[in-house]
């Protein structure tokens, strides 16, 4: 069954099929009957969606927020916005069958040729302690690594948003490592570049679908760039690779947000790691352009974009 996507519903039309729940709540109505509040999203929207005269299970546990749940109803309007009306719903289980793709939003990349192509740019590191240490650190994280989110929220925020973001800054760090070859150890800013962000993996909390639900405690306590450091240590130590080499790469990662008030345990001091920094940030702001872009009209401005500290301006 094709899934119906929430931004196209219809009036009085009825729908079944699998979407996500959030905001779930056991309410009571004026006449002391008890009904189920929620909002329903998909990759495209976010609805609301009562069920009168609810009983249970679902929307019992907040902690079920993001769950995919399997659901009928019927297309109303509540003061002037679609709501669903619904007459079933339970938790999706192990045996049904959907595409994630269809209820969360999730990277517009060949997942599999971007892993290929990944590996193909490790394998072409010279220097056998680096590609030592990426070849480790993929055999560890790498089944993460291709379907976690980047961020929580800003930028790449999606399935597989890490991979993407990961892949992107290589090919440009492939090429940058040609274009300024006098200064540039290109084995060193691939493996850098590789394993900057690695350590989101331990960062951040994923929902059953892959969406960043929070930040972990050793996430908050530590955060990624320690975190990656010490990684690179551990399979450094592990590797018998010599510790001036362990401790570039490990700068890279502890400096890649470029300056202590932007996460970073310090800042860049040797070329390979301010080159990383200025890949990370070029590719991290065309993806909040993009993402921004996207819901805009042309010849008109945005609001005040955070992460950006200003407005932006989509041109004809």
Same mark, same amino acid.
């Given at each position: 069954m094709a899934h119906k996507k929430l931004a196209t519903l219809i009036l009085n039309?009825?729908?079944s099929g699998f979407y996500v729940i959030g905001n779930a709540a056991i309410k009571t109505s004026a006449n002391g009957s008890s009904f189920l509040a929620c909002t329903l999203t998909d990759s495209s929207?976010?609805?609301?969606?009562k069920f009168w005269n609810y009983s249970?299970?679902?929307?019992?546990?907040?902690?079920d927020d993001g769950r995919p749940v399997f659901l009928r109803g019927k297309v109303g309007e509540f003061k002037g916005a679609m709501q669903i009306s619904l007459s079933a719903i339970r938790y999706a289980e192990a045996s049904d069958v959907f595409n994630t793709a269809d209820l969360v939003p999730t990277a517009p990349i060949d997942v599999r040729e971007a892993g290929r192509q990944i590996r193909e740019l490790v394998n072409s590191i010279v220097d056998d302690d680096y590609r030592r240490i990426c070849e $480790? &650190?993929?055999? %560890?994280?790498?089944?993460?690594?291709?379907?976690?989110p980047a961020a929580k929220s800003v930028h790449h925020s999606f399935v597989s948003g890490l991979m993407m973001h990961t892949y992107n800054m290589l090919k440009l760090a492939d090429f940058l490592a040609g274009q300024y070859k006098e200064v540039i150890d290109r084995d060193l800013l691939i493996a850098g570049t590789l394993l900057h962000d690695?350590?989101?993996?331990?960062?951040?909390?994923?929902?059953?679908?892959?969406?960043?639900?929070?930040?972990?405690?050793?996430?908050?306590?530590?955060?990624?760039? $320690? &975190?990656?450091? %010490?990684?690179i240590d551990d399979a450094a130590k592990e590797l018998g690779v010599p510790e001036d080499k362990a401790m570039l790469l490990e700068h890279m990662v502890l400096s890649h947000?470029?300056?202590?008030?932007?996460?970073?345990?310090?800042?860049?001091?040797?070329?390979?790691?301010?080159?990383?920094?200025?890949?990370?940030?070029?590719?991290?702001?065309?993806?909040?352009?993009?993402?921004?872009l996207k819901n805009m009209e042309p010849d008109s401005f945005s609001e005040r974009i955070f992460a950006l500290e200003k407005r932006i301006y989509k041109h004809k």
């Open positions: 039309e009825e729908i929207d976010t609805v609301e969606a249970g299970p679902v929307g019992l546990n907040p902690a $480790v &650190m993929l055999e %560890k994280y790498g089944k993460a690594f291709s379907v976690w690695f350590a989101k993996t331990q960062e951040y909390a994923c929902s059953q679908l892959g969406l960043v639900t929070d930040f972990t405690v050793k996430g908050q306590l530590i955060g990624h760039p $320690v &975190m990656g450091a %010490k990684n947000h470029g300056e202590p008030e932007y996460g970073a345990a310090l800042a860049p001091v040797f070329a390979e790691a301010e080159l990383l920094h200025m890949i990370d940030l070029v590719d991290s702001r065309m993806e909040i352009y993009a993402e921004t």
